[in-house]
């Protein structure tokens, strides 16, 4: 049986669908069955940054009202076996969503993939009730601003009143490391202080993630860069690893209290 | 006769006026009577000055008709006036609302932006109050936390509330009617500080919590019932 990750953020814009595609990336570069579902009824766009817009023939409304099989509906991706997608409607009207029709079809990819990644619209109105009705577990996605903060607060609110196997987990997006320094960004200490949960990653602001999403190749394949090591410390982390942050400098003592945030002992 | 040894009104003259004392264990009517001679009796004339009274109704429960009667009796003429009506007994709903505004209720969590939690009597949150939460209550608002949202002390109007915090950098303290707010320029906040409505400054102040121990006596609520009525 599968697990349900939703990935949410409540503000627009932050970095949910860029962190579901490469988290789901990462997965299935470490040969895990991946299904990605994209919630944005009428915004779709994790098709494009995964690059499959072009393969889409059925989407999730007619899935749920049975215009096809949830099988015909799914996309495969061009450079896995096991990496879908289950792209949003552009035009349907988003009522069609339901809780009921998103469990019953988490339900069934749970039968075929270990993973299954739920792209969660902005907002806290029906479409991310809809996205976090059948998620195990939750990562909030926030970037080291106060607004952003404030709303993943709000949505760490609302996710705590869900029955989720475990607390959510934070993905902190966009670092600039000499704004966080000169303190014209909250820091990653900050950010913790309000939200009180767990870090999952932290994943600088990098141009190498913007051009990937623009190839339709998420950053997550390249080999090297700060972005994509980033988010594949976080899939090792979904899998249960110990990673320690990534260093955003070379300061010392950086790592020591990093180390901190995910409880471990140094 | 048994009747007339046991005397149903005492009445005691102090500095301050009057006290009367009725016996509970007759009925009402016969005290009311008996009360309707005796003030009759004492009634300063026109010449002299209004006396205050203060009853005490010993075991006795008076009910709302009961307690206008007796009012009516005193007052008549216009020669007295009452100080206060003391009764030993209290109904038993009167004293869960009692009992329910002054416990300290406990919680553990983190209030977090767009929450609310609200509790009738003392909140004790072991727990932060983020930017954009809200903590009530009638009573205290003690946090063993982050204050980083809105705290209201006294919502019924209590303006002997106060808050107290860990850590406070508020966006809003309120007490009662009263409201304070952060300034615009961003602030640090202080470490185990308390708000508290200054009645000569007409306002919320910050200060230490060292401040309540001669600020705020009675922080327990029940007793400052029992003391004031
Ligand atoms: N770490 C990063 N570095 C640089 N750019 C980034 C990073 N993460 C996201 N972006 C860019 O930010 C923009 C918004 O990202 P994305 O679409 O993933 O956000 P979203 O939360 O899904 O938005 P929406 O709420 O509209 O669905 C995109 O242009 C994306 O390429
Ligand atoms: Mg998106």
């Given at each position: 049986?599968?697990?349900?990750?939703?990935?949410?953020?409540?503000?627009?814009?932050?970095?949910?669908?860029?962190?579901?595609?490469?988290?789901?990336?990462?997965?299935?570069?470490?040969?895990?069955?991946?299904?990605?579902?994209?919630?944005?009824?009428?915004?779709?766009?994790?098709?494009?940054?995964?690059?499959?817009?072009?393969?889409?023939?059925?989407?999730?409304?007619?899935?749920?009202?049975?215009?096809?099989?949830?099988?015909?509906?799914?996309?495969?991706?061009?450079?896995?076996?096991?990496?879908?997608?289950?792209?949003?409607?552009?035009?349907?009207?988003?009522?069609?969503?339901?809780?009921?029709?998103?469990?019953?079809?988490?339900?069934?990819?749970?039968?075929?993939?270990?993973?299954?990644?739920?792209?969660?619209?902005?907002?806290?109105?029906?479409?991310?009730?809809?996205?976090?009705?059948?998620?195990?577990?939750?990562?909030?996605?926030?970037?080291?601003?106060?607004?952003?903060?404030?709303?993943?607060?709000?949505?760490?609110?609302?996710?705590?009143?869900?029955?989720?196997?475990?607390?959510?987990?934070?993905?902190?997006?966009?670092i600039r490391n000499h704004?966080m320094k000169?303190?014209?960004?909250?820091?990653?200490?900050?950010?913790?202080?309000?939200?009180?949960?767990?870090?999952?990653?932290i994943?600088i602001?990098?141009?190498?993630?913007?051009?990937?999403?623009?190839?339709?190749?998420?950053?997550?394949?390249?080999?090297n860069?700060k972005?994509?090591i980033?988010?594949?410390?976080?899939?090792?982390?979904?899998?249960?690893?110990?990673?320690p942050l990534q260093n955003l400098d070379t300061e010392k003592g950086m790592m020591q209290k990093v180390?901190?945030?995910?409880?471990?002992?140094? | 006769?048994?009747?007339?040894?046991?005397?149903?009104?005492?009445?005691?003259?102090?500095?301050?006026?009057?006290?009367?004392?009725?016996?509970?264990?007759?009925?009402?009517?016969?005290?009311?009577?008996?009360?309707?001679?005796?003030?009759?009796?004492?009634?300063?004339?026109?010449?002299?000055?209004?006396?205050?009274?203060?009853?005490?109704?010993?075991?006795?429960?008076?009910?709302?008709?009961?307690?206008?009667?007796?009012?009516?009796?005193?007052?008549?003429?216009?020669?007295?006036?009452?100080?206060?009506?003391?009764?030993?007994?209290?109904?038993?709903?009167?004293?869960?609302?009692?009992?329910?505004?002054?416990?300290?209720?406990?919680?553990?969590?983190?209030?977090?932006?767009?929450?609310?939690?609200?509790?009738?009597?003392?909140?004790?949150?072991?727990?932060?109050?983020?930017?954009?939460?809200?903590?009530?209550?009638?009573?205290?608002?003690?946090?063993?936390?982050?204050?980083?949202?809105?705290?209201?002390?006294?919502?019924?109007?209590?303006?002997?509330?106060?808050?107290?915090?860990?850590?406070?950098?508020?966006?809003?303290?309120?007490?009662?009617?009263?409201?304070?707010?952060?300034?615009?320029?961003?602030?640090?906040?202080?470490?185990?500080?308390?708000?508290?409505?200054?009645?000569?400054?007409?306002?919320?102040?910050?200060?230490?919590?060292?401040?309540?121990?001669?600020?705020?006596?009675?922080?327990?609520?029940?007793?400052?019932?029992?003391?004031?009525?």
């Amino acid at each position: 049986m599968g697990e349900a990750i939703v990935i949410t953020s409540g503000k627009g814009g932050v970095g949910k669908t860029t962190t579901t595609a490469n988290i789901g990336t990462a997965l299935a570069l470490m040969e895990k069955k991946v299904c990605l579902i994209d919630t944005d009824i009428g915004l779709r766009n994790l098709d494009v940054v995964m690059g499959l817009e072009n393969r889409i023939i059925y989407d999730i409304v007619d899935v749920i009202e049975e215009r096809c099989k949830l099988k015909q509906a799914l996309i495969k991706d061009k450079r896995f076996d096991y990496l879908s997608v289950l792209p949003a409607a552009q035009t349907s009207d988003k009522s069609s969503v339901t809780t009921e029709g998103m469990l019953r079809i988490i339900t069934e990819l749970k039968q075929e993939y270990d993973y299954i990644i739920i792209d969660c619209p902005a907002g806290i109105e029906q479409g991310f009730q809809n996205a976090i009705a059948g998620a195990d577990k939750a990562i909030v996605v926030t970037t080291p601003e106060k607004s952003s903060v404030r709303d993943a607060d709000r949505i760490i609110g609302l996710l705590e009143k869900e029955d989720m196997v475990e607390p959510p987990r934070l993905v902190i997006n966009r670092i600039r490391n000499h704004m966080m320094k000169s303190g014209d960004m909250l820091d990653i200490d900050d950010v913790l202080q309000i939200l009180s949960v767990d870090l999952i990653g932290i994943v600088i602001d990098d141009e190498e993630v913007i051009k990937a999403s623009n190839k339709g190749e998420p950053v997550a394949f390249k080999p090297n860069t700060k972005a994509s090591i980033a988010y594949r410390n976080i899939a090792r982390r979904i899998l249960g690893e110990t990673v320690p942050l990534q260093n955003l400098d070379t300061e010392k003592g950086m790592m020591q209290k990093v180390k901190k945030f995910f409880g471990m002992r140094v | 006769m048994v009747q007339e040894k046991k005397q149903l009104i005492t009445m005691k003259g102090t500095k301050d006026g009057l006290t009367l004392f009725i016996e509970d264990s007759c009925s009402f009517e016969q005290a009311i009577q008996e009360l309707g001679r005796k003030m009759k009796e004492s009634r300063p004339t026109q010449h002299e000055p209004i006396v205050s009274v203060r009853v005490k109704l010993g075991h006795r429960y008076l009910n709302d008709e009961q307690l206008e009667r007796l009012k009516q009796t005193i007052c008549e003429e216009n020669r007295f006036t009452i100080h206060s009506i003391e009764s030993d007994v209290v109904l038993r709903e009167e004293a869960r609302l009692w009992q329910a505004n002054s416990e300290i209720k406990a919680m553990n969590r983190i209030v977090r932006s767009g929450q609310i939690l609200h509790v009738t009597g003392d909140l004790l949150l072991i727990g932060d109050v983020n930017p954009g939460g809200k903590v009530t209550a009638t009573g205290n608002i003690y946090i063993l936390g982050n204050l980083r949202g809105i705290a209201h002390a006294g919502v019924d109007g209590d303006i002997k509330a106060f808050i107290a915090a860990s850590f406070m950098n508020p966006s809003q303290l309120r007490i009662a009617d009263y409201i304070s707010r952060a300034p615009d320029y961003e602030s640090d906040g202080v470490y185990m500080e308390c708000g508290l409505v200054d009645e000569e400054k007409d306002k919320i102040i910050i200060d230490r919590l060292q401040v309540l121990s001669h600020k705020r006596k009675e922080i327990n609520r029940f007793e400052r019932r029992m003391q004031n009525g």
